[in-house]
């Protein structure tokens, strides 16, 4: 019913900055709460973020605290993801996801609906 898409990943040297988008489409029932996740070869995917329906209550996962920002633009139907001071650590694919529930942490299950993922890669 909803669909998301990711773009804006790439490639960028540690210490720079990349901002993903997330673009919602369909129905836009069940995305009180939208966030993103990121999963790195062979691990399991990882909270990053989240926010509530008028883009407050960010939520951060400590790994990205103080570096990354969350917001939402829903006249623009647009979620974005502000990733600065990156880390080769940050290196994963990257996942926007809808949902109804808020609940901290966010789980993945939380989430109806998933975007196909964005890579994004900080050498070291």
């Known amino acids: 019913q909803v669909q998301l898409v990711e773009s804006g990943g790439g490639l960028v040297q540690a210490g720079g900055s990349l901002r993903l988008s997330c673009v919602v489409s369909g129905r836009t029932v069940r995305t009180y709460v939208m966030g993103w996740f990121r999963q790195a070869p062979g691990k399991e995917r990882e909270f990053v973020a989240v926010v509530n329906w008028n883009g407050g209550s960010p939520y951060y996962a400590d790994s990205v605290k103080g570096r990354f920002a969350i917001s939402r633009d829903n006249a623009k139907n647009t979620m974005y993801l502000q990733m600065n001071r990156l880390k080769p650590e940050d290196t994963a694919d990257y996942y926007c996801?809808?949902?109804?529930?808020?609940?901290?942490?966010?789980?993945?299950?939380?989430?109806?609906?998933w975007g196909q993922g964005t890579q994004v890669i900080v050498p070291s």
């Open positions: 996801a809808a949902g109804g529930r808020w609940n901290l942490p966010p789980r993945p299950t939380d989430f109806d609906s």
